[in-house]
């Protein structure tokens, strides 16, 4: 994955599997005790007390703003500064928590939804969280002059028709069917924030409290002794150090200036091992896509992009492109999709590619691969890629631009790789394969698939739900516009002093995605 | 007219025609300062994407796009959004950054003073280093110190200066000694005077990747001068050598010694980014290099201004200051 603003709109997207009857079933207690233990990875009681200094790659663009948060840098600052309705876990497959909401009810026709609030949380402020602060979120997620990032994810949300049920209940009316409402919180961008929320006095209910704040520098927050997880956080502050060079992170983790850093490149894993350092390999459903687009020749035939799909040799990709850090993909998205199709796996077949070549038409063909240096690994595997399709008599031409000129004419380019995060389908088929879609950079317009995502926007039963992502995940294998040949892996280290960081292999997200409250000294 | 009147009223003569000097320099200089704020706002603007782009990442979408541009004004003509720049920068209401929540003024200034910070320190040792190292290769020209010193000079002047901050972190901080902190993380919300620990890396590798220029001009301006006939002229006349040297050859040197240090320092204002970026060093070079990737128009026009600003202000000084110590250029002016 992914520019970060890319992950998150898959997670806001592409959030897989709160249970609403088990949402609903849970008591407060019961989850707050298990949120607490879920990220331990070591036993015994956690140590309170300490400050957790954590470089990132970070700009001026930083924002505390959690509607507006983009970067991984905004993700990490947000998360714990604020909670949505509901936390993300980092186990598969992909699944949610409640965090503030009690409960999150979608009514039969999926035309409305009613959420019952946490009680007795309290924002930073001593405020207690009530049904007017979700509404106010709401409106602030769509005000049409100011809108947030979750805005599009929340489409269906009727502004006007936000009812105060009680003091800590809301109903949401719909314009059109949303059964999977409840599958749309858990991300920064969805953050519950009081009435009057003021960007530069940042107020929420996360683990940490605002102390200073400085884009592009350095955020310093401190433990919130009021946070609704009975215990937690275990540290006193927590400190992220903006860097904007890997190589001064790298030296500033090897002298103990920082005690956590994310997005380890694999070249310098040798050079961490040996100080104290320990490394924490997430595997995931990042993907990056050689991404053809089906509205332009030669890709609009079918042939032709099950011909290149099968000119990649995916194991030695993985080795090649991403030095051993990645598993074989399948063509398919989010692996963590608990309607994830179990399909033959795609091998390299140059015979049949060349025969399916031969029969479009396009024996010997040429094509330029637009790609650009972001996202660790990408230009290497377009360039393995091109290596691999020489077999098969395809000339394929890196076109390696620099990321401006890339980003800006991203949705355009007739083939291409990018990046994208892990999520479920369901959450994420809007905007990356709906015709008309804002990230629809492979021009997808699938009739069918449009039906069986219409008829997932109607269907409340969670069983159903899932059948409808496998039909849809089967028809990128059958059809879909992306070579998706491979997972990149996350690689982070942190001071073998520290303990509470866990994979997080739902989304994939570094550093434990951020759980910084399940962090303490050992 | 009396010998008096004659000698005040070329006093007079002289200062009327440095003062002419400055203000034509400084007229130049603004003239300069003003096309390259032009040139540089067109430049930005040339440049693919902007700042609400930039923001809002890969996965904007329209309506947030169109709001986003409303709001920063970036949807009016160019020429407004120059003329509200100018007009700002020039009352002192430099605005906001377009994309970070924060005024160009603080964001600016922040980097301004860690840059000076680093330029004073780097040339309180440069400027002794290279006149006491240039002049002493110069008195032992073709000796072993001279040989030698030219050897490190030459090595260091053909290492790039990330190289060098590299074997600066490596040596001091992270592999051999653990003396020095690896990256300068300076907390931004306080003093940088109170954190001087973090300019002691950067200012190392800067001097060294610094210091031969001027050093290397000190030593060929003092040879120059050590062989001329007015020191061949006191050297006979018996003159201790200490004498010829200090009274006489220095002070003669002094003036290419002033322009090849005036360069060190117009080079140093506009910050390294090499090193700055090696040392996560948040100086003016580091910020102007964020700003420019993230469109971010102000804040890269007030910068570059500002350094040019302060170029054309150095430039001045260092004109009169080699004026002042170079009689010949005094007398014709």
């Keep these: 994955m992914n520019s970060p603003v890319d992950r998150r709109s898959f997670l806001i997207g592409g959030a897989g599997a709160l249970s609403l009857a088990a949402l609903a079933a849970c008591t407060s207690g019961s989850s707050s005790n298990s949120a607490a233990t879920s990220g331990k990875t070591s036993s015994g009681p956690a140590k309170r007390g300490g400050t957790l200094v954590v470089g990132s790659l970070g700009s001026n663009k930083d924002t505390l703003d959690a509607h507006q948060s983009s970067t991984d840098m905004d993700q990490q600052r947000c998360q714990n500064l604020y909670d949505s309705l509901t936390y993300l876990e980092g186990t598969l497959p992909y699944h949610f928590k409640p965090a503030l909401a009690e409960s999150i009810e979608v009514g039969a026709d999926a035309m409305t939804a009613t959420v019952r609030l946490r009680p007795g949380v309290e924002f930073h402020n001593g405020k207690t969280v009530g049904a007017e602060d979700l509404i106010f979120t709401m409106q602030r997620i769509l005000d049409p002059k100011n809108p947030g990032r979750a805005h599009t994810a929340f489409a269906a949300v009727d502004p006007s028709g936000m009812t105060k049920l009680d003091a800590r209940t809301v109903r949401f009316a719909f314009k059109s069917p949303d059964a999977i409402f409840g599958k749309r919180w858990g991300s920064a961008t969805t953050s519950i924030l009081p009435v009057g929320f003021d960007p530069k006095h940042p107020v929420g209910t996360g683990p940490f409290k605002f102390k200073s704040f400085t884009p592009g520098s350095r955020s310093v927050f401190v433990r919130n002794p009021n946070y609704w997880i009975e215990g937690q956080p275990y540290l006193d502050e927590l400190q992220i150090i903006d860097f904007a060079d890997n190589t001064s992170r790298t030296a500033a983790v090897l002298s103990g200036q920082i005690q956590a850093l994310d997005g380890v490149e694999p070249a310098v894993l040798g050079q961490l091992s040996s100080a104290q350092l320990e490394t924490l390999i997430t595997k995931s459903g990042f993907y990056q896509p050689i991404t053809m687009r089906i509205d332009a020749k030669p890709f609009s035939d079918v042939r032709v992009r099950q011909a290149f799909r099968l000119m990649v040799d995916r194991p030695a ?16 998205p989010d692996p963590a999709d608990p309607g994830y199709p179990s399909l033959p796996q795609r091998h390299q077949d140059i015979a049949q590619a060349k025969s399916l070549l031969k029969a479009a038409g396009y024996e010997g063909m040429s094509v330029t691969l637009t790609t650009a240096p972001e996202n660790g690994s990408l230009v290497n595997s377009a360039q393995v890629f091109a290596q691999q399709a020489k077999a098969a008599g395809v000339t ?14 991203f949705t355009n380019w007739p083939f291409t790789n990018g990046y994208w995060a892990a999520g479920i389908i369901s959450t994420g088929y809007a905007g990356r394969f709906l015709a008309g879609g804002g990230i629809n950079d492979s021009h997808w317009d699938d009739p069918a698939g449009t039906a069986i995502y219409q008829s997932l926007l109607k269907a409340t039963d969670e069983a159903k739900q899932t059948e409808l992502s496998g039909e849809l995940l089967k028809r990128f294998y059958d059809l879909g516009p992306d070579i998706i040949h491979s997972f990149k892996q996350n690689i982070d280290a942190y001071s073998s002093k520290l303990t509470g960081f866990a994979p997080f292999n739902s989304n994939g997200w570094s550093l434990g995605a951020w759980r910084y409250r399940l962090v303490s000294y050992k | 007219m009396t010998a008096m009147d004659a000698s005040t009223s070329g006093r007079r003569g002289r200062s009327t025609s440095i ?47 169109h709001a986003l541009t409303k709001q920063l004004g970036l949807d009016r003509s160019l020429p407004y959004q120059y003329w509200h720049w100018v007009t700002g920068f020039v009352t002192g209401k430099w605005g906001d950054s377009l994309v970070s929540p924060q005024p160009v003024s603080a964001l600016v200034m922040r980097h301004v003073a860690n840059t000076a910070v680093l330029t004073l320190f780097t040339m309180l040792i440069t400027v002794p280093l290279a006149i006491v190292v240039g002049t002493w290769c110069a008195v032992r020209n073709g000796k072993a110190f001279d040989n030698g010193v030219s050897m490190v000079t030459l090595c260091l002047s053909a290492i790039p200066g990330f190289a060098i901050g590299v074997l600066v972190i490596y040596l001091l901080a ?20 109170t954190q001087l620990k973090f300019v002691v890396a950067p200012m190392i590798a800067v001097v060294l990747s610094t210091v031969p220029y001027p050093l290397r001009m000190v030593r060929a301006s003092m040879i120059d001068v050590l062989q001329s006939d007015f020191v061949m002229m006191a ?3 018996g003159l201790p050598e200490r004498r010829v040297i200090f009274r006489h050859a220095l002070r003669n040197g002094l003036g290419p010694m002033v322009q090849s240090l005036t360069l060190t320092l117009v080079f140093l204002t506009g910050g390294i980014v090499v090193v700055e970026t090696v040392f996560s060093y948040p100086g003016v070079g580091y910020a102007l290099v964020q700003a420019v990737n993230e469109r971010d128009v102000p804040v890269v026009q007030t910068l570059v201004v500002l350094i ?25 002016s």
């Design chain 2, 174 to 193: 992270t592999n051999v000694l653990h003396v020095l902190p690896a990256a300068s993380t300076l907390d931004p919300t306080a003093s940088v005077w």
């Design chain 2, 235 to 237: 050297r006979l006349k």
């Design chain 2, 308 to 332: 040019a600003l302060a170029c054309v202000l150095i430039n001045l000084i260092s004109d009169l200051a080699v004026i002042a110590v170079t009689p010949r250029l005094r007398s014709r």
């Design chain 2, 19 to 65: 003062g002419a000097l400055v203000l034509r320099r400084a007229g130049s200089g603004l003239l300069t300062v003003w096309l390259i704020s032009v040139l540089v706002f067109l430049a930005v603007h040339v440049l693919p994407g902007n700042a609400a782009i930039g923001l809002l990442g890969r996965d904007t979408n329209q309506l947030a796009l």
């Design chain 1, 396 to 409: 394929v031409k890196v076109a390696n631009l620099t990321p401006d000129a890339y980003d800006a004419n």
């Design chain 1, 317 to 332: 990709m993985v080795t090649q492109a991403y030095s051993g850090y990645a598993s074989i993909g399948n063509d398919m």
